[in-house]
């Protein structure tokens, strides 16, 4: 299975902060990754797919880039709505994976 | 618009048996491959089986390969995933995902129903 490494796994920030989470990947995924915003008692929310192709509805502070093994989730301008967990999946090969999640903080 | 509501979960022993449900409405069913991910308690996210929009091909996580069996009523646009052989380690809240067309990410979740397995 493709194992996929966020990192970190926890990260504190003040509202207004550029933030980025990265993902890495066992193996080439090419551009089969996703990226999803999971709040307490939630359901998890899809933000990016195909790595940097943003889901209708998500803000534009967010933004996905990377290919092959390494990928990363930017949000340029941290709001008080976004102190959340965020996880990323592989989609190129089953079993389908996710990244162990990273948890974004007040600081 | 699309809406997901999973049901059947509950407090079971090990060893038991369960069925989860989940109801589709707002798309088109028969064109979605469906999906079960869960969630124990405190941890992070686990895909468990997906379903062909057809019903032809099913795919299952190691962890649940030979216990869990995905199924789908196309008539009643409802999915259904059987539990057997249920493990202390199958405590989650499992959630039903959509994929869209030719895609493999989740576009839609329900809400999730918990499923706690326990002596």
């Known amino acids: 299975a493709i194992q996929l490494t966020q990192s970190p796994s926890s990260l504190s920030a003040s509202v207004g902060d550029r933030v980025t989470v990265t993902c890495r990947a066992s193996?080439?995924?090419?551009?089969?990754l996703a990226w999803y915003q999971q709040k307490p008692g939630q359901a998890p929310k899809l933000l990016i797919y195909?790595?940097?192709n943003l889901e209708s509805g998500v803000p534009s502070r967010f933004s996905g880039s990377g290919s092959g093994t390494d990928f990363s989730l930017t949000i340029s301008s941290l709001q008080p709505e976004d102190f959340a967990s965020y996880y990323c999946?592989?989609?190129?090969?089953?079993?389908?994976?996710f990244g162990g999640g990273t948890k974004v903080e007040i600081k | 618009q699309v809406q997901l509501v999973e049901s059947g979960g509950g407090v079971v022993q090990p060893g038991r048996s369960l069925r989860l449900s989940c109801a589709a409405s707002g798309f088109t069913f028969s064109d979605s491959a469906m999906h079960w991910v869960r969630q124990a308690p405190g941890k992070g996210l686990e895909w468990v089986a997906v379903i062909s929009h057809d019903g032809t091909n099913k795919y299952y996580g190691d962890s649940v390969k030979g216990r869990f069996t995905i199924s789908r009523d196309k008539p009643k646009n409802t999915v259904y995933l059987q539990m057997n052989n249920l493990r202390t380690e199958d405590t989650a809240v499992y959630y039903c995902?959509?994929?869209?067309?030719?895609?493999?990410?989740?576009?839609?979740w329900g809400q999730g129903t918990l499923v706690t397995v326990s002596s």
């Open positions: 999946q592989q989609f190129k090969s089953y079993p389908l994976t």
């Open positions: 193996e080439g995924i090419y551009s089969a």
């Open positions: 995902a959509r994929s869209g067309s030719g895609s493999y990410y989740f576009d839609y």
């Open positions: 195909d790595a940097s």
